[in-house]
C-alpha cells in the first residue's frame, strides 16, 4: 500500500510513538522507512559580534543530536528488518522541510508524533503537525505518545 513511509523524528516521546507505529506499518505494508530530523540553525535573531561563536556551537549541538536521532531509529528500523533511509535537514520551517522530503523521496504516508502543545506556546510556536496536516498532499497519520 505504501513503498515509503516519511517519519519525522525529534527525539520526543510523541516521534518514538510515531516510530514504532511507522515501524509496524512498514513491516505490515512491506514499506521501507525514510526518517528524517529537522532543525532550524536560526531559531533567534541574536545581534552583535558577541554571539556569533555561540551561534556555531548551537549549529554544532543541534545537528549532532539531530544525527544522534536518526541514528538511533534507524538501528530500531533495521533491528524490525526494514530498509531505512536518513536525512538530516537545516530549514526554519520544521513543517516545509518534512513535506519537502516527503516529496523529494516519493513517500506516500506521513506518520509523526503530536507535540500536545497547548496554551501561549501553540500560539506562538504554532504547531508543526498542525502545520503538515493542513498543508500535504499526501496521507498524513499523527500519533500521541501513550499515557
Known amino acids: 500500500m505504501f513503498k515509503k513511509i516519511l517519519v519525522p523524528l525529534d527525539g520526543s516521546d510523541t516521534s518514538q510513538a510515531a516510530l514504532h ?6 513491516q505490515a505494508f512491506g514499506s521501507s522507512l525514510v ?14 559580534p558577541d554571539y556569533g561563536y555561540a551561534q556555531v556551537q548551537y549549529v554544532d549541538a543541534v545537528k ?15 533491528a524490525a528488518g526494514l530498509q531505512v533511509a536518513t536525512q538530516v535537514i537545516d530549514a526554519p520551517k520544521t513543517w516545509r522541510a518534512i513535506l519537502d ?14 507535540h500536545g502543545r497547548s496554551g501561549l506556546d501553540k500560539l506562538v510556536m504554532g504547531s508543526v503537525a498542525h ?17
Open 35 to 48: 526518517l528524517v530530523s529537522v532543525y532550524d540553525p536560526f531559531p533567534f535573531i541574536v545581534a552583535g
Open 64 to 78: 549532532a543530536e539531530s544525527e544522534a536521532t536518526v541514528l538511533a531509529g534507524r538501528q530500531l528500523a533495521e
Open 131 to 147: 502545520s503538515v496536516l493542513q498543508h500535504a498532499p499526501l496521507p498524513v497519520l499523527v500519533v500521541r505518545a501513550s499515557a
Open 101 to 114: 522530503a516527503a516529496a523529494a523521496t516519493q513517500a506516500g504516508l506521513i506518520v509523526m508524533g503530536s
Open 21 to 26: 507505529t511507522a515501524i509496524g506499518m512498514a
